[in-house]
Nanobody, 124 residues
Framework: QLVESGGGLVQPGGSLRLSCAASGFTLDYYTMGWFRQAPGKEREGVSCISSNDEMTYYADSVKGRFTISRDSGKNTMYLQMNNLKPEDTATYYC???????????????????WGQGTRVTVSS
């Protein structure tokens, strides 16, 4: 199971840190990532981090502003989001990630649906 948190309302230029807490499996064994879904828009892969932390992926729209990381001791993944823009407004989900030509997302082990996500709203 994956539980996302940390979203909220922030002004343009502000920052948020999203958390993805895992239970029932070890995050370190998997390439993990974040995707987002805004109303009326297609799902967008935001960022992924490989199981050995040696490879990361960022969508062009967030490069230089977002940083993905994980804490093995807490079995938790993070997404630090800086210089937020209105177009970052969406619900953010964490999931297992496959780094192909473009990232593909999968349910975590033992799960058959996405988590509840965490809502990010960037507005003045």
């Amino acid at each position: 199971q994956l539980v996302e948190s940390g979203g909220g309302l922030v002004q343009p230029g502000g920052s948020l840190r999203l958390s993805c807490a895992a239970s029932g499996f070890t995050l370190d064994y998997y390439t993990m990532g974040w995707f987002r879904q805004a109303p009326g828009k297609e799902r967008e892969g935001v960022s992924c981090i490989s199981s050995n932390d040696e490879m990361t992926y960022y969508a062009d729209s967030v490069k230089g502003r977002f940083t993905i990381s994980r804490d093995s001791g807490k079995n938790t993944m993070y997404l630090q989001m800086n210089n937020l823009k209105p177009e970052d407004t969406a619900t953010y989900y964490c999931a297992v990630c496959a780094l192909d030509d473009s990232p593909t997302f999968y349910f975590p082990p033992g799960a058959y649906s996405w988590g509840q996500g965490t809502r990010v709203t960037v507005s003045s």
